[in-house]
């Protein structure tokens, strides 16, 4: 493959720049010694897979990730961290092991193993653009995958009533 | 663009993840690092229904319950380190060893 045709493409360059700030978000992700840093570095990458889906056509599910993620699950996230960092009059214990290396030799293993496996798999073939339409998945969505979307929303409404049963406090 | 520029940087973000899930002790940061994998997983669906030029979009329709089911899943996993923290007053999972044989 030609690196310097690949790179023509101006789509190939703004994924190039997306997926800098990507990586780049979610290493500090998961190495930031600042629990609220980690995640709102979380809202970088996923704004950037957000943009991702767009490029790829998929609007509905990018604007349903920024809704949802971004919008509701960051934000469970930060309620979770000013809940269980409540002042206990203790210094907060260190966030990291001292044991790096070996989960980092894990990780490089998977990517080693999974980024060879598509690359061999996948070797030069290329996505054609094209925007699907949000008309076409909500017909999609409730026709051929009427059953599945409903048995999600069930799951959905269990995991309500567990959450809210689980974080209750006990009436002594 | 190719498929293999989203492999890849798929693949990059979930090991990410995985490196975050083994060194954090943190139970919400592990949570946040689930979520990355999480997201590598459907950036692998969309990428592969662009593709296929699935009529279907079953692509899509996966990284919605995809989406979905991350959603629930901060929320129980959430609940449960609220309730950690309630009984043990602390969220540090190396001292989460009571299941330990």
Do not use: C
């Not at chain 1, 979770?80 to 966030?95: E, F, N, Q, S, Y």
């Not at chain 1, 290396?101 to 990780?107: K, Y």
């Not at chain 2, 899509?60 to 979905?68: D, E, G, P, R, Y």
Request: a negative charge; proline letters at 3%; zero cysteines.
């Amino acid at each position: 493959m030609d690196w310097g045709d690949w790179l023509s493409n101006p789509q190939n360059i703004l994924f190039v720049v997306i997926a800098l700030l990507m990586v780049a978000a979610a290493v500090r992700v998961v190495t930031s010694p600042n629990v609220v840093h980690a995640t709102l570095m979380l809202v970088l990458a996923l704004g950037g897979s957000a943009a991702l889906f767009l490029m790829l056509g998929a609007e509905f599910v990018a604007w349903a990730l920024v809704l949802i993620y971004i919008g509701a699950v960051v934000v469970l996230f930060l309620f979770g961290i000013m809940i269980t960092r409540a002042p206990t009059g203790r210094d907060p214990v260190r966030l990291d092991h001292e044991r790096r290396w070996p989960a980092a030799l894990v990780a490089l293993a998977t990517f080693a193993t999974l980024a060879s496996a598509s690359v061999a798999a996948f070797e030069d073939e290329v996505i054609e653009g094209g925007v699907s339409r949000t008309g076409e998945l909500g017909d999609v969505l409730f026709s051929r995958f009427v059953i599945p979307f409903e048995a999600v929303s069930f799951v959905l409404l269990a995991a309500l009533i567990g959450g809210i049963v689980l974080a209750r406090k006990d009436p002594d | 663009m190719l498929v293999s520029q989203f492999l890849v940087l798929a693949a990059l973000l979930f090991s990410i993840g995985i490196y975050g899930v083994l060194v954090r002790r943190n139970a919400v940061l592990v949570l946040l690092s689930i979520e990355l994998m999480l997201t590598a997983v459907s950036i692998n669906l969309v990428a592969f229904g662009a593709h296929l030029q699935d009529t279907l979009l079953s692509g899509q329709v996966f990284a919605l319950f995809v989406i979905t089911i991350a959603a629930a899943e901060v929320g129980i996993g959430l609940a449960i380190v609220v309730m950690i923290f309630r009984n043990r007053s602390s969220v540090n999972l190396d001292e989460l060893d009571l299941m330990r044989w």
